[in-house]
């Protein structure tokens, strides 16, 4: 099994390799974008035919509760309409966040063996299967949950054991989430501690983004009392695009330092006298 030193070291190459690191970005944004788009077009449906969910009626509550005025309880006829609503809107979330993952696990999978045809019609295969999708990214979250009712760690340790599940769902599209699920947790026997390590070590590099866009945000902070609101206005617009810039570099060399360890996981599952 390689170390997380070399899997970075793989994954940085492979980006840099053929222009991978524009394709993914690319794909990521976009895929990004799909998912916000789809679930602001889902609120805004609601909102246009005045369809509440039970999000909606708490929000309203709690200004009502603020403001010192009395907030009628919904009858049942509402309180079912605001749970079907609230059930639709969260499974359209977890659709478009199975189709998000599927198609980055399916790009990055391309980056790992160079394979440049259609690599970016491949980011959308996830709508040729959205049911079978769904029903995995339920999967998992069903199994976490039930792990993070006896404590958080085990919630953690299921986390981890179900990772590699998308890429097996990209390499083996004919399989159910049963078996992805259940042949990740093999391959990841004995591995989540390094999984979880190489989290880390780019955990690190987002805390400290994170902080240079806080003290950003202090010195336009100190700007505006001194060259006035124009220069700090334009001094954190420089800097919010320099971080979301940061930020996607980060989640670009996160994600392909991930399918590098799942190749490796792979590899080292299939030689068990090598890992």
Not at 210 to 235: C, D, E, K, M, T
């Amino acid at each position: 099994m390689k170390s997380n030193a070399e899997i970075r070291h793989e994954a940085k190459e492979m980006l840099l390799r053929g222009g991978w690191f524009g394709r993914v970005a690319s794909a990521l944004i976009t895929l990004y974008l799909i998912m916000v788009l789809a679930m602001a077009t889902v609120g805004a449906t609601f909102a246009e035919m005045n369809v509440q969910t039970l999000a909606d009626h708490f929000r309203a509550k709690l200004s009502a509760a603020r403001a010192g005025l009395a907030y009628a309880a919904p009858s049942f006829s509402a309180g079912v309409s605001m749970t079907g609503a609230s059930v639709f809107m969260q499974l359209a979330a977890y659709l478009f966040g199975a189709i998000f993952m599927f198609g980055l696990a399916t790009v990055l999978l391309k980056a790992v063996k160079d394979d440049q045809e259609r690599w970016f019609a491949s980011a959308f295969g996830g709508f040729s299967r959205p049911l079978e999708l769904l029903w995995l990214i339920l999967l998992i979250n069903i199994k976490v949950f039930l792990w993070c009712l006896l404590f958080l760690f085990p919630g953690l340790v299921a986390i981890y054991r179900y990772r590699q599940a998308w890429y097996l769902k990209s390499e083996n599209p004919e399989w159910g989430a049963s078996k992805c699920l259940a042949e990740s947790g093999r391959i990841m026997k004995g591995r989540k501690w390094a999984a979880f390590c190489l989290d880390l070590s780019y955990l690190w590099a987002l805390l400290v983004y994170l902080l240079v866009f806080v003290g950003v945000g202090a010195v336009a902070s100190v700007a505006a009392r001194i060259a006035g609101n124009a220069a700090a206005g334009l001094l954190s617009m420089f800097a919010t695009v320099v971080v979301m810039w940061l930020l996607i570099r980060i989640a670009v060399y996160y994600s392909a330092a991930r399918t590098v360890f799942y190749k490796a996981v792979v590899e080292a599952a299939e030689c068990p006298a090598e890992s």
